[in-house]
């Protein structure tokens, strides 16, 4: 019933801009944290971004600190990641997943996954 679908991926220059999105159904975002993960060709998975209503915490892995934005529409169930200033090591396949958290450094989500949206940054 839990289900999370990305859109808004694509080609971008560097130093552009692009805005993901994340629709949220079978549940509201006050009930399961929300957030991106990333992952590159030949890289591990890494976290971008995860924000929790209940708690009010908001988290950035810190090579996106300053350039990338998550933001909620409640009412909606979205989640949104505005990009800035998008760098071509920013590109990777985005991913929005529910129940994520940070322990120390290390990233999480054990809820559920979306299929991905692909963020190419090139000229």
């Known amino acids: 019933q839990v289900q999370v679908v990305e859109s808004g991926g694509g080609l971008v220059q560097p130093g552009g801009s692009l805005r993901l999105s994340c629709a949220a159904s079978?549940?509201?975002?006050?009930?399961?944290?929300i957030g991106w993960f990333r992952q590159a060709p030949g890289k591990e998975r890494e976290g971008v971004s995860c924000?929790?209503?209940?708690?009010?915490?908001?988290y950035y892995t810190d090579s996106v600190k300053g350039r990338f934005t998550i933001s909620t529409d409640n009412a909606k169930n979205i989640v949104y990641l505005q990009m800035n200033s998008l760098k071509p090591e920013d590109t990777a396949a985005y991913y929005c997943?529910?129940?994520?958290?940070?322990?120390?450094?290390?990233?999480?989500?054990?809820?559920?996954w979306g299929q991905g949206t692909q963020v190419t940054v090139s000229s």
């Open positions: 997943a529910t129940d994520c958290f940070v322990d120390d450094s290390s990233w999480f989500a054990i809820g559920s």
């Open positions: 079978g549940f509201t975002l006050d009930e399961h944290a």
């Open positions: 924000t929790s209503n209940s708690d009010g915490t908001t």
